[in-house]
């Protein structure tokens, strides 16, 4: 089946450590991909976006994100968490060849960051 | 640039009542648009896609006469609540894809019906 996977529910990292969040994709083509980022009670932010090239992808806040074809993955690190990073990470695809072009969410990781 | 308003950010409604919401694109047109439902601590549900000029296309699930949907501007698309009960409290939120093929989202909605 088609579907979007964030294999950690919440993870807790100490503030200055390194941080990397996982999502997998199941589909027949590679689909655009997305990182999102929503702080309590707030909209979405995009973190940053792959549609294709270069598989290492810069975004905001010294977010990147790493496409791998072999393991359909898009996994988001950051080398040094700060307090203000403690949020919902959202991993997020466009399926291709889809009559309208609606994004499709991961379950989301929840980060909290210890001072 | 890109920038999607939603409004308002919160409404308290009665049951029985309806609620609208709107999701403007302030700088672009948007000839569709997308409507999720988040439940507390869970990922977003797309409802609907809206698209301007035409009728919104649903989700499997998603109660087209409960959740009416409208997208008479390039610029606005609305969500209406109607006959509102306790289970249609949720956060709300629309999105809009952008020139550049990201996608923009409001700051979403949190609907309370009491």
């Known amino acids: 089946a088609q579907s979007v996977t964030q294999p950690d529910i919440h993870i807790t990292v100490s503030e200055g450590a390194s941080l990397e969040l996982r999502c997998n994709y199941s589909?027949?083509?590679?689909?655009?991909l997305f990182w999102y980022v929503q702080s309590p009670g707030q909209g979405l932010q995009l973190l940053l976006k792959?549609?294709?090239?270069?598989?290492l992808v810069q975004g905001i806040k010294g977010f990147e994100a790493e496409f791998k074809r072999s393991q359909s993955s898009f996994n988001l690190r950051k080398p040094s968490v700060h307090w203000s990073d403690a949020a919902e990470y959202f991993c997020?695809?466009?399926?291709?060849?889809?009559?309208?072009?609606?994004?499709?969410f991961g379950p989301g990781t929840s980060l909290s960051v210890i001072p | 640039g890109a920038v999607v308003s939603q409004h308002p950010s919160r409404v308290i409604c009665k049951s029985g009542t309806s609620v609208k919401i709107e999701c403007r694109s302030l700088?672009?047109?948007?000839?569709?648009m997308f409507w999720y439902r988040q439940f507390p601590k869970k990922s977003l549900m797309l409802m609907a896609t809206?698209?301007?000029?035409?009728?919104?296309?649903?989700e499997q699930g998603v109660e087209k006469d409960k959740f009416l949907i409208n997208h008479a501007s390039l610029t606005l698309s609305t969500l209406t609540v109607t006959s509102a009960h306790p289970e249609d409290s949720s956060f709300y939120i629309c999105?809009?894809?952008?020139?550049?093929?990201?996608?923009?989202f409001g700051s979403g909605t949190r609907l309370t019906v009491v």
């Open positions: 999105s809009a894809s952008t020139p550049n093929y990201g996608y923009t």
């Open positions: 589909y027949g083509a590679t689909p655009y």
């Open positions: 792959y549609f294709s090239g270069d598989t």
């Open positions: 997020a695809v466009v399926p291709l060849g889809t009559s309208y072009d609606k994004v499709i």
């Open positions: 700088d672009f047109q948007a000839t569709t």
């Open positions: 809206s698209n301007e000029g035409s009728k919104a296309t649903y």
